[in-house]
């Protein structure tokens, strides 16, 4: 089984639609991020948390809000979508502690917003 | 603030031939570097990361990086490629300080390996 794994991993919604994007880790790290992805961009985080009382906004936090509800869920939320949050999303966790925290990727939400 | 250029956004090349892909970096505090590779449909998987010591570092899949400190450059380079290595390449920068979890990553370059 994957390590982080992220659902749904394809979604279309409409504009002005609430959608929540969800993040699970079996890894037990205490770092979990989310970042988008678009073509020609590459990633910018949206928002992380160290641990579930700890969230802080990323580069690009506008219209995106975020919960983390135990060490191991974090899900990102458009409270009301539009068209240019169409992109693909990323979670990602690392190891507070570490040497030097090494980021490990789930395999992405492609999300379309019409 | 770091930030990430990768001078080519696509590298066509034919299988068995040696590539280098470039990226250079900008800070002012020392940095932590990486290579992620994206294959298609797939999150980003980490290829190799320079933290300190040699300025060669190895990764997975016969790739290795070079860390160039007055350049500010950390190419990715594999001598023979396969089909198996077309994806998309990512260069990332950390400060190797308190903010090392913050990555600031490239724009990618595609890597298309031709047969």
């Known amino acids: 089984d994957a390590d982080v794994t992220q659902t749904p991993r394809n979604r279309i919604t409409k504009t002005g639609k609430r959608i929540m994007l969800e993040c699970s880790q079996t890894k037990g790290h205490d770092r979990m991020y989310w970042y988008r992805q678009d073509p020609g961009l590459g990633l910018r985080l949206i928002y992380y948390?160290?641990?579930?009382?700890?969230?802080n906004k990323g580069e690009i936090s506008d219209g995106y809000s975020v919960s983390r509800q135990a060490q191991a869920k974090f899900s990102l939320s458009l409270e009301s979508a539009i068209p240019n949050q169409t992109a693909l999303y990323f979670c990602a966790t690392s190891d507070f502690g570490s040497a030097q925290e090494t980021q490990y990727f789930g395999p992405g939400t492609r999300l379309l917003v019409l | 603030a770091q930030s990430v250029t990768q001078l080519d956004s696509q590298v066509p090349v034919f299988e068995e031939a040696p590539v280098e892909l470039r990226c250079n970096y900008s800070?002012?505090?020392?940095?932590?570097l990486f290579w992620y590779v994206q294959y298609p449909n797939q999150g980003l998987q980490l290829l190799l990361k320079?933290?300190?010591?040699?300025?060669l570092v190895k990764g997975i899949n016969g790739f290795e990086a070079e860390f160039n400190k007055s350049q500010t450059s950390f190419h990715l380079r594999k001598p023979s490629v396969h089909i198996s290595d077309t994806a998309e390449y990512f260069c990332a920068v950390s400060d190797s300080g308190g903010s090392n979890y913050k990555l600031t990553f490239g724009k990618g370059t595609l890597l298309t390996v031709n047969p």
């Open positions: 948390s160290f641990d579930v009382k700890d969230i």
């Open positions: 320079y933290l300190s010591g040699s300025t």
């Open positions: 800070s002012s505090v020392s940095v932590y």
